[in-house]
């Protein structure tokens, strides 16, 4: 009797301690699964809010370049800090904004924001530009003054013109680029549009690319003229519908 009371004991005690190993079990994966998804989550806001934040301050300089109305990107984040707080009800999410109004240093130039937004045309480089930081917070996260910046950028370059005596045209050659990294700027590759106008307002519509191992992606423009052209102008426009107009003289 002796021996089965001490057996049952030991059996028991072996069964209580795997039932509280697999409840530590279970109560260990059920919170790392909650952190888990939450974290998820957490950089998902995170992700959505920069894009979309980026996308909005494209928008603006498009309409900026478009209408020179400098108070659109300020107009534009008050409407997305609202809108944000109805997207994420219970989040606690929050941003906040601060726009360039001083010289800034970027890609070899000094820009001079006005809210945000900058623009240096009717030169042979000439560029828009929108500068703004953005902070956001997700109190429920207990995510607090995480920043990042939004900056676009679109520059235009006329180079040298110069003549092709084979078909006796003149080429208008220029470069497109748009914001990069730290490594400078990237080449625009597609154009929703470009135009030229030439001596006698004769325009240019017509053109097509190649690379060249010294500036890297070039446009170029033909003009039939018999002449070489004393003046250029030329606008283009990206596929974020941003402007740049640039002029050059011969």
Known sequence: MKGKKGQFILIAALLIAIMMVSVALIMYSARTYY?????EEYLSIIDDVKLAS???VEISLANYTWTMNNGVLR??????QRDLRKAYPGYGVSLGYLLSNSPQQAY???ITYIQGLASQWSNSTSYSSANVTISLNLTSFGLTGYRFMAH???QVTILPIWKDKKLGEWIIPFTVNKEGNKEGLVPVSRLSKAEALVDDAIPITDYTYRYNETVGFVYEMRYSGSKKPSSVQLTVVDSRVIRVNAN???
């Not at 107009?75 to 997305?80: A, C, I, P, T």
């Open 35 to 39: 952190r888990h998804e939450r974290w």
């Open 54 to 56: 980026t996308r909005l």
């Open 248 to 250: 050059a003289t011969l």
């Open 75 to 80: 107009d534009n984040l008050d409407r997305w």
């Open 152 to 154: 676009v950028f679109l």
């Open 108 to 110: 070899g130039l000094t």
